[in-house]
């Protein structure tokens, strides 16, 4: 699906123009909605999304990435503005800035120690997971667009049903316009053209002013603010309240790694190119700590504008900076134009979004792979849709990747019998000796009845942990105690370093052929 939506081409500077003002626009609806998730002022998340956006494009690692205000840090963060409303009028905000500055240094260390390369042992089956549960959650997310942004009613008659025919307009646009010209991207021409339509004859249909007007304060919906300037929170009782602000913004930092990380994954895979995590890790910390200096809420990659970027021939830095530069005008003196576009032609934009996101080839596979990654990907999809929390979705992903790994690799220890006289008998050991799979190794010698002299070949095993060390010590300890010597052999050096323990328990033959590698070690625990 991604190959047919999202067809591979180099970008230049008019795509990535022409796909920026895309984006930029895609972004106000968005960047609100997230501040009123957050509880603050729809201007508090516009501005995030114009520092997240200018300062990830021109240093990140992913260039054609866009980044602003996300719902997943606004749900994290906006616990730090309830935790200071509580304590003062005026303190929530100056608890946020305060976690998203927090936040973006972390980010900003995770980088610099280089721990973005952790997002490779995320599992092909958690990110198919990851990418139909945002589908789902961006798809979900668009259908209070239907209700009327006055009542919180949906919207009925007439008014619906134009409603529903904007969005469709939308959707043919960007879907057949290609087949006429690519110069113009098919998203913005959607956009525009949708919102003459309703300037002209829906002048009822919801617009950006609607949705503005909900916001305490701006009855009439008006877009317009003034560059901020940059506050440090000094309101902040920092002796007794760091603990708290650290974890919050700790729990930001890592959702907004996660978040970021596996978006700048999906883009690779669809570009075919590849980015650098370490690099994206410090952009969006500095993106973060600016954020939050200068009044922003924060953020972290935005899949749903990342993919609009894509799909309109956004390729390089350019999109990102001319989308952050947009939104940025629009605020200052953009706002009576902008305000007026539908929120149909937006929706319609995100459906398309959801349409490409969503891993079709995944509903092909049941039957056709094993039970255990179908489980995998249904459980990283629904933790992402009903929790909304994406770090947690891929950490339990992982986890039972790990799992299952574990389970398989522990049933796959095989013992062969290869030679057998009444004085001795040699065994062939194949797979991964650790410890999921001790159980099964040691269960297939008997000491009791083997013969004197037993011989382990692990030339076709491998000796991963110290359980596994600890499983050849106590079958020494099993053949000992029955009058019976144990010989090994093709041990890796580190192994016999570990076994020297056993003294003369054990025979170690020692080869020119034996293999060379490490065993992992768990440090000892020091009593206290």
């Known amino acids: 699906m991604f190959s047919e939506f999202f067809r591979k081409k180099n970008g230049n500077w008019k795509d990535d123009v022409l796909s920026g003002l895309t984006v930029a626009l895609a972004l106000v609806p968005e960047a609100i909605a997230f501040a009123f998730a957050a509880g603050v002022d729809p201007l508090v998340g516009l501005w995030a999304a114009v520092f997240m956006g200018f300062i990830t494009s021109a240093f990140g690692g992913r260039p054609g990435m866009i980044s602003g205000a996300t719902g997943a840090i606004a749900v994290v963060a906006g616990k730090a503005v309830q935790h200071g409303d509580q304590l003062g009028e005026g303190l929530g905000l100056q608890y946020l800035f305060a976690v998203i500055m927090i936040a973006g240094v972390i980010q900003i260390l995770f980088g610099v120690l280089k721990l973005g390369r952790f997002i490779r042992l995320v599992p092909h089956p958690v990110m198919i997971g990851f990418v139909n549960g945002l589908a789902i959650v961006i798809l979900m997310a668009q259908f209070p667009s239907f209700r009327d942004p006055a009542s919180g009613e949906w919207l009925e008659g007439a008014r619906m049903a134009v409603m529903i025919g904007l969005v469709l307009l939308t959707m043919l646009i960007i879907q057949f316009f290609p ?100 690099r994206e890790c410090v952009a969006q910390g500095g993106a973060n700590f600016l954020s939050g200096l200068f009044g922003g809420m924060g953020g972290c990659a935005m899949i749903g504008q990342s993919l609009i970027n894509i799909k309109s021939g956004g390729r390089g830095r350019t999109s990102g900076i001319t989308a952050a530069v947009a939104l940025a005008i629009f605020i200052m003196v953009g706002g009576p134009v902008i305000e007026q576009i539908p929120i149909a032609a937006l929706v319609g934009v995100m459906f398309m979004v959801v349409i490409g996101t969503f891993e079709w080839s995944s509903l092909r596979t049941f039957g056709k792979v094993p039970a255990s990654e179908i489980l995998i990907i249904l459980a990283v999809t629904l933790v992402t849709v009903f929790l909304h929390n994406l770090a947690l979705a891929v950490f339990v992903g992982v986890i039972l990747s790990a799992l299952v790994f574990a389970w398989e690799s522990s049933r796959h220890v095989h013992v062969d019998l290869v030679h057998d006289t009444p004085e001795m008998r040699i065994y062939s050991l194949e797979g991964l000796l650790y410890f999921g799979s001790v159980r099964d190794f040691s269960d297939h010698f008997q000491a009791r009845s083997d013969v004197p002299h037993i011989v382990i070949d692990f030339a076709r095993a491998r000796v991963c942990d110290l359980s596994g060390i600890e499983a050849i010590n106590a079958l020494t300890e099993r053949y000992r105690q029955a009058g019976k010597k144990l010989h090994l052999r093709h041990l890796s050096a580190d192994c016999r370093r570990m076994l020297d323990r056993a003294g003369s328990l054990i025979d170690i033959e020692v080869t020119e052929d034996d293999p060379e590698y490490l065993v992992a070690r768990i440090a000892p625990r020091h009593r206290e």
Request: charged share 15%; net charge negative.
């Open 179 to 278: 087949r006429l010209t690519k110069a113009v991207p098919s998203s913005l021409m959607a956009i525009v053209s949708v919102g003459l339509i309703a300037f002209l004859v829906f002048k009822d249909s919801p617009t950006v002013s609607n949705v503005l007007a909900q916001a305490p304060g701006n009855p009439e919906g008006k877009l317009a603010g003034s560059f901020p300037l940059p506050q440090w929170p000094s309101d902040i009782d920092w002796a007794g309240e760091w603990k708290f602000i650290l974890k919050i913004a700790f729990f930001v930092a890592m959702v907004g790694i996660i978040e970021s990380l596996m978006t700048l994954q999906l883009i690779d895979e669809i570009t075919e190119t590849r980015g650098q995590g370490n």
